[in-house]
């Protein structure tokens, strides 16, 4: 028996798609009794095959251990959590880039009430699309409060207090220079004439066309950079060893075509790491934009207004569509067209009890980045609504394996989901060397009796990787180290290890506290996994 610092390797899934879905009942209620067998999944309307599928729960998983016999020189520690370790971290994200002041306001002063209702056991950061005013995960809800009342709004558009002529959204000039909408060109145009007397005709239009022109460019780029700062907070949620839940606060945008693939990795970087995106609608109950007294309609005539307040309404569920597919395309909740925000909050901070993830293989899948529409059924289940992906984009190119293979251990490593495949306990001790410094001891026991061996040449050979973990009593990672164990024993050894047992044993050199300890381990016969958390805490 060996062992080597080796990079980990992990059986791939090429193209596989994944589909998160959430059924509740007539009370809204979360369902968690369904089976594969009682779904039905479609690709551009063919019916697939679903290959992997699991039902999860929510409800953290906690790891009761054995007792570790006393080692000389090492303290063992006592393997029950603390009562303060997270088990829940929730990102407030707000979309200042988008929001009005007076929206901005409100759902900042609903998630500041929200923050006394966190628990002793949650953890809670706060984001902004402009990258302003930031704060990361904490328990310190004096310094989150502080922090949220410096939000301002950081809108790269004229500010809404001034009166815009013409009056065009980043949805009328989407319609006039990306989807050549005549219609929406001759309004602009008319806005033109009337702010603008003398100008008419070819000369109003192309005036509209250029206004319509800037108004593309600015709002291309703040829904550009909202959605590669979602895609941030996604990758760094990833990295928190407990539940995750990004609480999107934003009126939502309009997405062009040239970031669908950025959505799309949004989607499934989120699915992958276990990270829940709840989307809530900063807007409130929707108003009606010919009700809006603030915008002047008298030089207008009575069609105008009527043409100009549908392509408002278009906008406005334009806008939504993205917190929709965010939300549902993970597996959580979208809270709109209600002023509740109070409530809103706390819906939304909260993981639906129950998920099925529903996983596919595309069959001749083409790379060339088009768009698959997804459809997802319940066979013969009455009653019950559902709630799952819409979509996904194809790939341009094959995953690499490598890269995939490391993508998969590092979700193992940052998740807090424990599996047993193979009989593997996780012990922790630690051995102080002054008041400031410390050893801490990370002990995988494993039992050959229950680990697959490949008989050859009179050996048995397996070969185990172990990744262990460590994390601040924030879920902050601090440090990782990993042991690739090469097996190669005689049958006497294994007879032997049979009944003692194998231990492998990483230390860190830390401070005195609290921290969260990960273990993962993977052997290469089977493809077995086991996962396992702990906690120490050195005085």
Not at 33 to 56: C, N, R, W, Y
Not at 79 to 91: G, K, N
Not at 397 to 412: V, Y
Request: charged share 25%; with cysteine.
């Amino acid at each position: 028996m060996s062992t080597k610092d080796s990079p980990a390797t992990f059986k791939t899934r090429v193209n596989l798609v994944m589909v998160p879905v959430v059924v509740r009942d007539a009370k809204g209620h979360a369902v968690g009794t369904l089976h594969m067998e009682d779904f039905q999944l479609a690709d551009k309307g063919k019916p697939q095959v679903i290959v992997k599928f699991s039902a999860e729960s929510s409800t953290p998983k906690t790891n009761k251990e054995p007792p570790l016999p006393t080692v000389p020189g090492l303290q063992t520690e006592d393997q029950t959590p603390p009562p303060d370790i997270p088990e829940r971290f929730i990102a407030y994200l707000f979309d200042d880039t988008h929001l009005e002041f007076g929206d901005l306001v409100r759902s900042r002063d609903a998630a500041i009430r929200h923050l006394q209702t966190l628990k002793i056991t949650d953890r809670a950061a706060v984001y902004t699309t402009s990258g302003q005013n930031q704060l990361e995960f904490t328990d310190d809800k004096d310094k989150l409060r502080a922090t949220m009342m410096l939000i301002r709004q950081h809108s790269m558009m004229t500010p809404g207090s001034m009166i815009q002529c013409p009056d065009i959204s980043y949805y009328m000039a989407d319609m006039i220079i990306n989807k050549s909408d005549s219609t929406a060109l001759q309004l602009a145009a008319t806005e033109v004439t009337a702010c603008s007397p003398g100008v008419t005709g070819s000369s109003a239009a192309m005036m509209a066309q250029g206004a319509a022109s800037n108004v593309l460019g600015v709002g291309e780029q703040e829904s550009r950079v909202s959605t590669l700062v979602l895609k941030e907070v996604v990758r760094r949620m990833s990295g928190m060893p407990g539940q995750r839940i990004i609480l999107l606060v934003s009126p939502g945008f309009i997405t062009p075509w040239s970031i669908q693939t950025d959505k799309t990795d949004v989607l499934d970087r989120a699915i992958h790491s276990n990270v829940l995106i709840n989307s809530l609608d900063a807007r409130g109950l929707w108003t009606d934009p010919s009700l809006d007294a603030s915008r002047p309609s008298n030089s207008h005539s009575a069609q105008f207004l009527t043409l100009k307040n549908q392509y408002d309404r278009d906008a406005a569920s334009a806008q939504a569509d993205v917190l929709a597919e965010m939300a549902y395309g993970t597996g959580g909740s979208f809270f709109q067209n209600n002023n509740d925000l109070d409530e809103g909050f706390r819906r939304l901070a909260t993981a639906p009890e129950f998920y099925y993830l529903l996983g596919f293989s595309p069959q001749n899948l083409k790379l060339d980045g088009s768009f698959h529409a997804l459809k997802v059924k319940l066979l013969l289940k009455a009653g019950l609504d559902i709630q799952a992906r819409k979509g996904y984009y194809a790939p341009k190119k094959l995953s690499d394996a490598a890269e995939t293979a490391k993508q998969e251990i590092e979700e193992a490593l940052f998740s807090r989901d424990e599996m047993s495949e193979l009989p593997v306990e996780l012990h922790t001790q630690f051995f102080k060397t002054s008041d400031k410094d410390a050893t801490l001891a990370v002990l995988c026991r494993m039992d050959p009796k229950h680990i697959p061996f490949r008989k050859a040449d009179g050996r048995n050979y397996n070969t185990i990787t172990i990744v262990s973990g460590i994390f601040d009593r924030n879920g902050n990672f601090i440090s990782g180290l990993q042991k690739v164990v090469d097996l190669r024993l005689k049958d006497e050894t294994l007879t032997r290890l049979m009944t003692t047992g194998m231990s492998v044993r990483t230390n860190f050199s830390v401070n005195p506290g609290t921290y969260m300890v990960r273990l993962v381990v993977r052997d290469s016969e089977g493809q077995l996994m086991a996962a396992a958390n702990g906690a120490v805490a050195i005085p």
